[in-house]
């Protein structure tokens, strides 16, 4: 239930497809979904697909079934095929209609090369792996490339595939899962295993 608004949330959908790296949303999802936010996962079709880790994954919905309407955050994990074939195009082109409809969009790794395909991150400050790999797709944001773990302009999160922890700490920022000193501790707990910030997120009610 939204607090502001007395009304149920509306859901996250974390997109999946074949060769998805499934170690890059995980912290993101979990505390998303532990916090009471639905996570739908939404496929090229319904049929399933398996992620370099080897899970099968059953999507929740088809991609064209997909409205930024009816959600709270579309989360684009990396894939191989982003590189390697123009099969995730279309989600690239959600995540377009996301941000014209004012919903939030969080890209990682190989999603990132998507993104500047499409276009997304030339007038918008963003992060990747490294600089050189977004140059590589030829698009005209380089100049709003940021060295940073992960990156929040506006509507939409941008990190590399290293730095899991800090894509989730944006989530949950950008959706105001936590804030402030509670979201300094659960950043410091998850990615720096400091055992100071147990405390600070048992005071808060946060584990």
């Not at 797709?137 to 509507?155: F, I, K, N, P």
């Not at 000193?181 to 946060?206: I, N, P, Q």
Request: negative net charge.
């Amino acid at each position: 239930m939204n607090a502001t608004t007395g009304r149920p949330r509306k859901p996250v959908h974390l997109a999946v497809y074949d060769t998805l790296a499934d170690w890059e949303t995980g912290h993101a999802t979990a505390q998303l979904a532990r916090t009471g936010h639905e996570i739908r996962t939404v496929g090229p079709t319904t049929a399933p697909v398996r992620s370099t880790g080897g899970l099968r994954v059953q999507p929740d919905l088809a991609l064209d079934d997909l409205r930024p309407e009816d959600s709270a955050l579309l989360i684009l994990p990396g894939a191989d095929l982003w590189d390697t074939s123009g099969d995730l195009a279309p989600f690239a082109r959600t995540a377009r209609a996301f941000l014209d409809a004012g919903v939030p969009v969080a890209a990682i790794c190989g999603a990132t090369a998507g993104l500047a395909r499409e276009g997304l991150l030339d007038d918008r400050d963003h992060t990747s792996a490294v600089s050189f790999y977004l140059a590589a797709t030829g698009y005209a944001g380089g100049g709003r490339y940021v060295e940073a773990d992960a990156v929040t302009d506006g509507l939409l999160v941008t990190a590399g595939p290293t730095e899991p922890v800090a894509f989730a700490r944006e989530i949950l920022r950008l959706l105001g899962v936590y804030e402030g000193e509670v979201l300094d501790a659960w950043y410091r707990l998850f990615h720096d295993s400091d055992t100071a910030a147990y405390a600070v997120l048992e005071k808060a009610g946060a584990l």
